[in-house]
């Protein structure tokens, strides 16, 4: 069977089984599927620990990664690590299709007979492009990754390195596959291996003008700020009594939710800054009392910010949006006294921020046991969003601490991906740079493409974990600050502190990826691209 058949018969294999994140049964599913198909191969069957499945640290759910390993001969410590992700969204509804996304060629048929705008049925005509959940984002990538891996296994005495495959679950909800893997790399490089690079292969999927195949030479970053903003009590007939914590969150999402100030910039390119994930009143039920209690998560991506500049950041944002809703409180007051009887006066109050290490040290310095108070929290929200039991956990200290408002609590949530750029100024940098120029030359001259070269990967990757750049201690001011760390989300900051390889994202073609509309051009992933991995593969081998 010819490579590009190869490829298409696994992709449709890994396509047929719903790992939709978080599920433990599809995801593992599809890494016991991979790591058959593998062992097939007559390398892998006397490879002992070479082929096997990586138990995750911290996974609640106990799922696995796959890690596969060809050996070059004569031994080497070089290694170049081939990474992808097999979990993928739920897919979106289009008309009655749904129950066959998962099959790419009944659902790329079912398509012809929906009316589809005319970018995407053009697409759809031409016969170039694959539709279905996960095609491109991203186990078109995988299946790729796999073959070639195979295809190493039958010649290790004309490898240049080693080659290593590495496959996680979990990418779309919390990274739990990759960071979870973190600490058998670590051990890998003690026990010997040196990794090279570590090659991805997420899809191009924001291709804008030209919408040309990219490579990638980082990653951006991610980290998710929450506020829990504490006004004072009052019932609603005596409003003026109180501040309704609902304001102070309201006046807070005008100053950040997309504000084009408050964004990082790489090379005079802004990235898009703080999206509004969510603004609760964090009452358990109706009442008829003010909101005072209010809780906010954004996400905020990253190319230089790093938690502490955040951290100064949020409470910038913090104290002007108590300063906001003080001054508007008391001029309603002012304007409602003139149709009282008496008039009304607001309570005193200065606008204040308190970072959650900060109301967790108080919280212990009162007695509190705080271990305690976070599992009768988790025993209640246990069926819930862990991010809303952690903010759970926030308020429970705050009503512990003793505090009362005007004051917001500002600290993160997860996940926390780290961005990564590709500023030059490591060898390892350099090299991955001098591998992307030589990929995008390949391209040309070999199938007559450009490939773009891009700062970053946009769309977050596992990528992030690859090693961490910054100083250690803003790993430890992010870990100070997430409620429910070490129980409800953490992260091995050793080893990710003590990891440094480079990276490259060279994957499909895509398009509208988390979409019902998901696709992958086919002659790109089948024809290109796998002459195009081993192209960055060997040029990366050469600098060992």
């Known amino acids: 069977m010819e490579r590009r058949e190869k490829i298409l018969e696994l992709l449709f294999d890994l396509c047929r089984i719903p790992s939709v994140s978080p599920d433990a049964e599809g995801e593992l599913a599809v890494v016991n599927l991979l790591r058959d198909r593998l062992a097939r ?29 060809v050996r070059a001969e004569p031994p080497t410590e070089a290694t170049i690590l081939l990474m992808g992700h097999i979990d993928v969204v739920a897919p979106e509804p289009l008309a009655d299709l749904q129950r066959l996304a998962f099959d790419p060629r009944a659902y790329t048929e079912a398509l012809k007979e929906i009316v589809l705008p005319r970018k995407i049925d053009d697409d759809l005509r031409s016969g170039q492009w694959l539709f279905g959940r996960g095609v ?37 909800t ?22 090279l690079g570590c090659i991805d292969a997420e899809p191009t999927v924001t291709t804008g003008e030209g919408e040309e195949a990219s490579i990638h030479l980082g990653s951006i970053g991610k980290i998710n700020p929450f506020f829990l903003c504490l ?13 309704s914590g609902a304001l102070i969150g309201s006046h807070l999402n005008t100053i950040l939710d997309g504000n084009a100030d408050l964004t990082d910039r790489l090379d005079g390119v802004a990235y898009p800054g703080y999206a509004s994930i969510w603004q609760r009143d964090l009452r358990p039920d109706y009442g008829a009392t003010l909101a005072d209690r209010q809780g906010l998560l954004y996400s905020r991506l990253t190319v ?69 108070l976070t599992e009768t929290v988790l025993e209640k929200r246990k069926s819930e969003d862990p991010r809303l039991a952690a903010l759970e956990i926030a308020s429970a200290l705050l009503d512990a601490s003793g505090e009362r408002g005007p004051l917001i609590v500002v600290g993160f949530l997860f996940p926390y991906y780290p961005h990564r750029i590709n500023g030059g100024r490591s060898e390892g940098d350099r090299r991955m740079a001098a591998v992307a120029q030589a990929v995008a030359e390949a391209a040309r001259s070999r199938f007559g493409r ?18 961490f750049s910054a100083d250690r ?10 409620p429910g760390w070490g129980r ?50 060997a040029e990366a081998a050469a600098f060992r």
């Open 41 to 69: 191969e007559p390398y892998f069957a006397d490879s002992g620990g070479d082929l096997r499945l990586l138990d995750l640290e911290n996974d609640p759910l106990e799922r696995k990664a796959l890690w596969a390993l």
């Open 136 to 172: 491109a984002d991203m186990k078109g990538g995988v299946a790729v990754e796999t073959i070639l891996l195979a295809e190493a296994s039958h010649r290790p005495a004309t490898l240049p390195c080693n080659v290593a495959l590495l496959v996680v679950p979990d990418e779309e």
């Open 174 to 195: 919390s990274s739990l596959g990759m960071t979870g893997s973190l600490p058998h790399l670590v051990r890998l490089q003690e026990e010997g291996l040196r990794f």
């Open 231 to 243: 006004g004072r009590r009052a019932h609603v007939g005596e409003y003026y009594e109180g501040l």
């Open 304 to 372: 230089d910010g790093l938690p502490s500049d955040l951290m100064e950041e949020l409470t910038a944002a913090a104290l002007e949006a108590q300063r906001r809703a003080l001054s508007q409180i008391d001029a309603s007051a002012r304007s409602f006294s003139f149709h009282r009887p008496r008039p009304v006066t607001p309570p005193a109050g200065e606008p204040r921020v308190v970072r959650y290490e900060t109301l967790l040290d108080q919280a212990s310095a009162a007695g509190v046991d705080v271990t305690s």
């Open 450 to 467: 450009h490939l773009g070269l891009r700062p970053l990967f946009e769309g977050v990757s596992d990528l992030s974990y690859c090693g």
């Open 473 to 482: 201690a803003e790993l430890d001011l992010l870990a100070r600050n997430v």
């Open 488 to 537: 409800l989300y953490r992260f091995p900051l050793e080893a990710l502190a003590s990891l440094d390889i480079p990276i490259l994202n060279v994957g499909p073609l895509g398009r509208d990826a988390h979409k019902s509309t998901e696709r992958v051009h086919l002659p790109y992933l089948l024809d290109e691209l796998p002459s195009l991995l081993e192209v960055a593969m």
